[in-house]
């Protein structure tokens, strides 16, 4: 039988910023581990972004080798507890496991989890290579690249926009998902190798590509993130009380805007309308619950069945009390004195799959009101162009598909600069998450490595 984590009770846990689930104990780990059938033909391998040799990992944990099972992991991923927490494995590693043909799959991302957070990185001797590496952006991609270079003996050294590390990790993903210590830890381990962290600086203003290259950087890789938000285009997306989703979980998770005491509070109405259906959504209403909204929507314009967000995340935030309205498309915002006053939706029905493979939403004519002060937009982002802009000042002018992001060599992530990688949300392949950056990371420091070696 598959072991269950203990979770945090779910009418206490819609008041603090605890995480929700707790670790495995050990004698939960080994009997989870116990279960593997350790195929010969590992298709939880194939499932995972970055390789990591999951029967390897739980064999080496199932005979009671945990610093083993922990250097196992860390030969890919250099952040186990994050990639345990946060990563889809239900449509990845544990989607394969052929356990779930006719059961319940091994609990892959439990045991990831508890390896990592009961062990730490094996410290490794590093022959300096002469080589000097710049990466922009510290979330999942940039980290994992930095690891890869840094084991290569390469000089590394990440540059931050914002006054902490970490990226949509920390500023994204609320701490009941990710705990700030877990983050802190895996951070650190990358300063112990040796990998230098420049916080505040924004590449394409405060300093420039053509610069980097003229310190001394032989080579550089961009994974800045995608920080512009998708809005809806639609009546009253301006008033007061509209937030996207990055403003929203940035201000609560990187300001603590939900304390009356910080100089940027947040204002708490009564209800508010979650626009979406993704991770991103999810995280945005469960914040919601904590910081005192009393109602609680998540409005989707198709229905539960096409929801996009981890069930696991589904699950939590109906237990937190979020309410759910599906088949309903934003029509407009309604104002009052420059305030949300209320939402406007179509009611909507289900056509013919779209490119994706989902059935269209399609409108019926029909509108129906929500009675709501506050919205927030959870539909996406998109590239911000600054880095774009200012290399083209600089003449560097990069290729860049119809929606802003760079087109990069799907193996290489090799922009159409010599010398210059990018990966991550800047150049999104596939779905957009933790581990797929981390692919696009380990990719990049493999043909930088390449490239410097020649």
């Given at each position: 039988?598959?072991?269950?984590?203990?979770?945090?009770?779910?009418?206490?846990?819609?008041?603090?910023?605890?995480?929700?689930?707790?670790?495995?104990?050990?004698e939960?780990?080994?009997?989870?581990?116990?279960?593997?059938?350790?195929?010969?033909?590992?298709?939880?391998?194939?499932?995972?972004?970055?390789n990591?040799?999951?029967?390897?990992?739980?064999?080496?944990?199932?005979?009671?080798?945990?610093?083993?099972?922990?250097?196992?992991?860390?030969?890919?991923?250099?952040?186990?507890?994050?990639?345990?927490?946060?990563?889809?494995?239900?449509?990845?590693?544990?989607?394969?496991?052929?356990?779930?043909?006719?059961?319940?799959?091994?609990?892959?991302?439990?045991?990831?989890?508890?390896?990592?957070?009961?062990?730490?990185?094996?410290?490794?001797?590093?022959?300096?290579?002469?080589?000097?590496?710049?990466?922009?952006?510290?979330?999942?991609?940039g980290?994992?690249?930095?690891?890869?270079?840094?084991?290569?003996?390469?000089?590394?050294?990440?540059?931050?926009?914002?006054?902490?590390?970490?990226?949509?990790?920390?500023?994204?993903?609320?701490?009941?998902?990710?705990p700030?210590?877990?983050?802190?830890?895996?951070?650190?381990?990358?300063?112990?190798?040796?990998?230098?962290?420049?916080?505040?600086?924004?590449?394409?203003?405060?300093?420039t590509?053509?610069?980097?290259?003229?310190?001394?950087?032989?080579?550089?890789?961009?994974?800045?993130?995608?920080?512009?938000?998708?809005?809806?285009?639609?009546?009253?997306?301006?008033?007061?009380?509209?937030?996207?989703?990055?403003?929203?979980?940035?201000?609560?998770?990187?300001?603590?805007?939900?304390?009356?005491?910080t100089?940027t509070?947040?204002?708490?109405?009564?209800?508010?309308?979650?626009?979406?259906?993704?991770?991103?959504?999810?995280?945005?209403?469960?914040?919601?619950?904590?910081?005192?909204?009393?109602?609680?929507?998540?409005?989707?314009r198709?229905?539960?069945?096409?929801?996009?967000?981890?069930?696991?995340?589904?699950?939590?935030?109906?237990?937190?009390?979020?309410?759910?309205l599906?088949?309903?498309?934003?029509?407009?915002?309604?104002?009052?004195?420059?305030?949300?006053?209320?939402?406007?939706?179509?009611?909507?029905?289900?056509?013919?799959?779209?490119?994706?493979?989902?059935?269209?939403?399609?409108?019926?004519?029909?509108?129906?009101?929500?009675?709501?002060?506050?919205?927030?937009?959870?539909?996406?982002?998109?590239?911000?162009?600054?880095?774009?802009?200012?290399?083209?000042?600089?003449?560097?002018?990069?290729?860049?598909?119809?929606?802003?992001?760079?087109?990069?060599?799907?193996?290489?992530?090799?922009?159409?600069?010599?010398?210059?990688?990018?990966?991550?949300?800047?150049?999104?392949?596939?779905?957009?998450?933790?581990?797929?950056?981390?692919?696009?990371?380990?990719?990049?420091?493999?043909?930088?490595?390449?490239?410097?070696?020649?």
């Amino acid at each position: 039988m598959r072991q269950r984590a203990v979770e945090q009770d779910m009418y206490e846990r819609r008041h603090n910023f605890d995480a929700v689930e707790e670790n495995f104990t050990p004698e939960q780990a080994n009997a989870e581990a116990s279960r593997c059938l350790n195929c010969k033909n590992p298709q939880c391998v194939k499932g995972c972004p970055v390789n990591i040799h999951i029967p390897d990992f739980i064999k080496a944990l199932k005979e009671g080798e945990l610093n083993k099972a922990g250097n196992i992991i860390r030969e890919t991923s250099m952040l186990p507890s994050v990639c345990g927490r946060v990563c889809p494995q239900e449509r990845q590693c544990e989607g394969k496991c052929v356990l779930g043909i006719k059961g319940e799959p091994i609990a892959i991302g439990a045991l990831e989890r508890y390896v990592g957070d009961n062990t730490t990185a094996q410290e490794t001797e590093i022959i300096p290579s002469g080589k000097k590496v710049a990466i922009v952006g510290s979330g999942c991609a940039g980290i994992t690249a930095a690891a890869d270079l840094r084991k290569a003996g390469h000089d590394v050294t990440i540059f931050e926009a914002l006054h902490k590390f970490g990226g949509v990790l920390r500023y994204g993903i609320p701490p009941f998902r990710l705990p700030r210590k877990v983050l802190d830890r895996e951070i650190e381990s990358l300063k112990k190798m040796g990998v230098k962290f420049e916080k505040n600086v924004i590449v394409g203003k405060s300093i420039t590509l053509k610069q980097l290259k003229e310190d001394g950087f032989d080579a550089i890789f961009i994974c800045s993130g995608a920080g512009l938000p998708k809005m809806m285009n639609i009546h009253g997306e301006n008033l007061n009380g509209v937030f996207s989703a990055n403003e929203f979980l940035t201000r609560v998770n990187l300001m603590q805007a939900n304390d009356d005491k910080t100089a940027t509070p947040l204002k708490v109405g009564k209800s508010v309308a979650v626009i979406g259906g993704g991770n991103v959504a999810m995280d945005a209403a469960r914040t919601a619950v904590r910081v005192g909204f009393e109602k609680v929507y998540i409005v989707y314009r198709r229905t539960e069945t096409e929801l996009p967000a981890r069930l696991e995340e589904i699950r939590h935030a109906k237990e937190e009390g979020v309410q759910f309205l599906f088949l309903r498309a934003p029509k407009q915002i309604y104002d009052k004195e420059g305030y949300v006053n209320g939402m406007q939706f179509e009611v909507m029905e289900l056509g013919e799959p779209d490119e994706s493979g989902r059935r269209s939403p399609v409108g019926t004519g029909k509108f129906v009101d929500l009675d709501v002060d506050t919205v927030i937009v959870a539909l996406g982002t998109g590239p911000n162009p600054i880095i774009q802009k200012s290399a083209k000042t600089d003449g560097l002018d990069f290729e860049t598909d119809r929606r802003g992001y760079f087109v990069v060599d799907s193996e290489t992530r090799e922009t159409s600069i010599s010398q210059i990688y990018a990966g991550g949300d800047v150049a999104p392949v596939g779905e957009s998450n933790a581990i797929n950056a981390m692919g696009a990371g380990k990719k990049a420091a493999k043909a930088i490595c390449e490239y410097l070696s020649k």
